[in-house]
């Protein structure tokens, strides 16, 4: 069974412009969540979308914003875009099936670099 | 709010030594609490897990126990390798919603010399 992949694996961007990155779960997996992976910040939540709606959000501003699509396949863009978001995002996919643990499968991550 | 605290690394062990990184939470209700390992240049593997307290997750010859009058989920090991190497990060998920956020800790680097 394919695990959670992420494309690209590597971007490098400048201020200003804006980025999409793209997640694919594991087959028969309905729910995808994002964070984003810094030195100074660690593991953050950024969001989480469950049958293409938005279930959870992170502290993140509103330049941050996502998407899931009817094949569960997930898209998160950030605009405008500033020195400190170079970090690694990361998705993570779950079943979402039970009401009390779900174990979420990462992703090897898109690495972010912003000049 | 909930929260993670773990020890601050970076942890260096000679090979086959005792491996202890603590872990401490703050949260409401009963969450399931999580270990997490990263090696270099990967995503996060999901290392052991308990639901409930009391629980006792392993694999891989690691250990961790759901203390909820400690509030703690320690990772142990009794004998570590080269391997090993790697961040490990604790992490909560809150079990009153069927919620895919997970809180983590600033992780742990773990280096083992042989």
């Known amino acids: 069974k394919a695990g959670v992949t992420q494309t690209p694996r590597y971007l490098i961007k400048t201020r200003g412009q804006q980025v999409t990155l793209s997640c694919s779960p594991i087959?028969?997996?309905?729910?995808v969540s994002w964070y984003q992976q810094t030195p100074g910040q660690g593991l953050q939540f950024l969001f989480e979308y469950f049958s293409e709606t938005q279930r959870n959000k992170g502290n993140f501003p509103g330049r941050f914003s996502g998407r899931q699509f009817s094949n569960s396949r997930s898209e998160m863009n950030v605009s405008t875009l500033e020195l400190g978001d170079s970090a690694l995002y990361l998705c993570a996919s779950s079943l979402a099936v039970s009401k009390t643990y779900n174990e979420q499968f990462f992703g090897p991550g898109t690495r972010l670099t912003v000049l | 709010g909930n929260s993670v605290t773990q020890m601050e690394g970076p942890v260096t062990l000679s090979e086959e030594a005792f491996l202890t990184i603590n872990c401490t939470y703050t949260a409401t209700g009963y969450p399931s609490l999580f270990w997490y390992v990263q090696y270099p240049g990967e995503g996060l593997q999901l290392l052991l897990k308990?639901?409930?307290?009391?629980d006792k997750g392993s694999n891989k010859g690691f250990e961790a126990t759901y203390r909820k009058e400690t509030t703690s989920f320690h990772l142990e090991k009794g004998s570590v390798q080269v391997s090993d190497s790697a961040v490990y990060f604790c992490a909560l998920s809150d079990r009153s919603g069927n919620t895919g956020k997970l809180i983590f800790g600033q992780g742990t680097t773990l280096q083992v010399k042989p």
């Open positions: 087959s028969g997996h309905r729910s």
């Open positions: 308990a639901t409930k307290a009391d």
